[in-house]
């Protein structure tokens, strides 16, 4: 027995080991080059003092930029939360046709890539758009709009998924003792929404600081923003110095924001959903609700109806010219990717940093997963080794994509430039930028099998393997077939760290999408409307596809009494492990059963 926990201490840090040597490649060392050389510790030729960090923030431009950031993801933040709570209450407190499908149809842009957000608004505000008239093209107004579009879904889900567990009981009881409907919410629903509240708020304020997509299709407002002006700085007036000082600048917004929900999201770990036999069908006190859903929908619906309307129209008629012209590098502009080749190139690119994320995040999920007994040997070590790589693997999160393909260019894309060209640069970043979404949604699961099952599985002879390929194995299929349709939705959108690394002959489809969008030409237009047409259905059948290639028993089987989470993740309610040890996959998949939302916050849009 002794022997046996040595060998698995050994491997355990053999296996964190490799992981750890990977993201600091991968990551940290892109990321830390480009803060020092921001700072003006590290320095090419060429580099002005006036373009660290310090003369940066001393130009009156600098603080422009960051106010116009700030400003357009505060008021985001506070559209989506009074679009999303009422949505919230409605879907997830009350049962009524349709129910499911509207908050499918609310819930869309969680996958959709930014490009095709940013193009299905311009094409619904353009002069010649739906909402023309009320000429918001161009304007902060509609880069708010789109990021309210992206983010209302996060509001309703954490938020919803918070609210379903509170117990009506608690409101009809406040209301038989004289408080009104405004009274009992603000008293007994309110402070238990507010950590759910706290954090789905902090998050929207950080996708929308890291909105680069969407800021760029529809074009920078004002000054623009930090993430637009790294790229300006960096392809426009090569000042590399001025774009690693801004990135820095963007790194402390983006991990304060981070930090403040991550410390707003305490109180915000249980997942007990209240069964649809304690739903209600809404009453005139829900009108308010409803009206709000109904808004939001429609926000939701508008962009995406008039992107595929106007896809298939060219010059004022029906066609399918925007399609047939894809295979086509676009009018006025010879050479060059065809739109049908970028998407090629996209397919693979996704399908590559899939297979990184998954060779990656698996063996970090399965390390960050085990809770050994505090008795047991090296247990201090053990803890202290997750703790770090959990927080290692979870800081991609709160690094703007532009950041990580701004340090790819100063470090990998120079001490490797063959490798640069081959186009691999461009799955690496994209798995790192996958990455933290993947351990997400694979480390709840895993923590949900109850511990004792693997050890009366070790006492009755199976080798470390064989409980691995038994008790977490089909646990971990369902994780991996979700964790790697986040991964390939986020690396086949990726927009923002592609636009830096991305060789000219293999451009991706988002990117080629926003250059069709800046080219003149009717045609252009119509073959980036068509192309984000493309990209979004593809998106959206991938992420259908990898929820369908799990198991059926672990799809379909549903338990009939769901145990509470701890705060940790885990089953509130542990099995004794004598009952469980003939069965030990179909309990381990049991114990899952109360986790059919895996993943509490939504992928960071790039």
Not at 273 to 283: A, E, S
Not at 371 to 396: E, F, K, N, Y
Not at 537 to 552: D, G, K, S, W
Request: hydrophobic fraction near 50%; charge should be positive.
């Amino acid at each position: 027995m002794a022997a046996r926990r040595t060998t698995q201490l050994a491997v355990f840090f053999v296996v964190a080991a490799i992981v750890a040597a990977v993201l600091i490649a991968l990551f940290y060392w892109p990321v830390t080059t480009m803060l020092l050389r921001g700072f003006g510790a590290v320095a090419d030729a060429g580099d002005d003092a006036a373009g660290t960090l310090f003369g940066v923030l001393g130009e009156a431009r600098t603080w422009r930029i960051i106010a116009t950031t700030c400003f357009m993801a505060v008021v985001a933040t506070v559209v989506s939360c009074a679009l999303g709570i009422p949505a919230a209450h409605l879907l997830y407190r009350r049962r009524f046709i349709g129910r499911n499908l509207l908050r499918g149809c609310i819930t869309v842009p969680f996958v959709l890539p930014t490009v095709v957000v940013g193009v299905a608004f311009r094409a619904l505000l353009t002069g010649n758009g739906p909402l023309g008239f009320l000429q918001l093209d161009n304007t902060t107004t509609a880069v708010i709009a789109a990021m309210v579009f992206f983010n209302v879904s996060v509001v309703v889900r954490q938020v919803g998924t918070m609210w379903a567990t509170i117990d009506p009981k608690l409101t009809e009881a406040a209301r038989t003792l004289g408080a009104g409907p405004i009274r009992a919410f603000r008293t007994v629903t309110l402070p238990q929404l507010a950590p759910a509240i706290a954090a789905s708020a902090g998050l929207v304020f950080l996708f929308c600081t890291t909105s680069f997509g969407i800021v760029q299709t529809l074009g920078a407002p004002g000054a623009g923003t930090i993430e637009t002006e790294i790229y300006t700085q960096t392809v426009v007036y090569g000042d590399l110095q001025a774009a690693a000082s801004l990135s820095c600048v963007q790194v402390v917004i983006v991990l304060l924001a981070m930090w403040v929900s991550s410390r707003l999201r305490t109180g915000n770990e249980t997942a007990l959903r209240m069964r649809d036999d304690q739903l209600r069908t809404p009453g005139r006190s829900d009108l308010f609700a409803g009206i709000v859903t109904a808004m939001a929908a429609a926000l939701v619906l508008a962009p995406l109806v008039t992107l595929l309307v106007r896809s298939l129209q060219s010059k004022g008629e029906w066609s399918l010219r925007n399609y047939e012209l894809l295979s086509t590098s676009g009018t006025g502009f010879g050479g060059g990717v065809t739109v049908t080749q970028a998407l090629q190139h996209s397919l693979a690119t996704a399908t590559d940093a899939t297979i990184i994320a998954l060779c990656l995040g698996i063996p970090l999920g399965v390390v960050l997963s085990r809770r050994p007994a505090p008795t047991a040997p090296g247990h201090r070590a053990v803890t202290v080794t997750q703790r770090i790589l959990d927080a290692a693997s979870t800081l991609p999160l709160g690094v703007s994509a532009v950041v990580v393909g701004f340090g790819f260019l100063i470090t990998w894309q120079v001490a490797a430039p063959n490798l640069a060209h081959s186009g691999a640069l461009v799955p690496l970043a994209q798995a790192v930028i996958a990455l933290p979404m993947m351990v997400r949604s694979i480390v709840p699961v895993l923590r949900a099998i109850d511990p004792r099952l693997r050890e009366a599985a070790a006492t009755l002879g199976a080798s470390p393997m064989r409980v691995l390929r038994t008790v977490d194995g089909p646990v971990l299929l369902r994780a991996v077939g979700l964790a790697a349709g986040f991964a390939f939705a986020i690396s086949l959108g990726e927009f923002g760290a592609t636009t830096f690394l991305a060789a000219p002959d293999r451009v991706t489809l988002p990117v080629l999408i926003a250059r069709l969008l800046g080219r003149p030409g009717g045609d252009n237009y119509g073959m980036a409307l068509a192309g984000a047409v493309i990209l979004a259905a593809i998106t959206t059948l991938a992420m259908v596809c990898f929820e369908q290639m799990r198991p059926r028993q672990l799809r379909h089987r549903a338990p009939a009494d769901p145990a509470p989470l701890t705060p940790s993740g885990t089953s509130a309610s542990g099995r004794a492990a004598k009952s469980a040890v003939p069965t030990t996959a179909e309990s381990a998949a049991t114990n899952t059963n109360a986790l059919n939302t895996t993943v509490k916050e939504p992928h960071a849009r790039q």
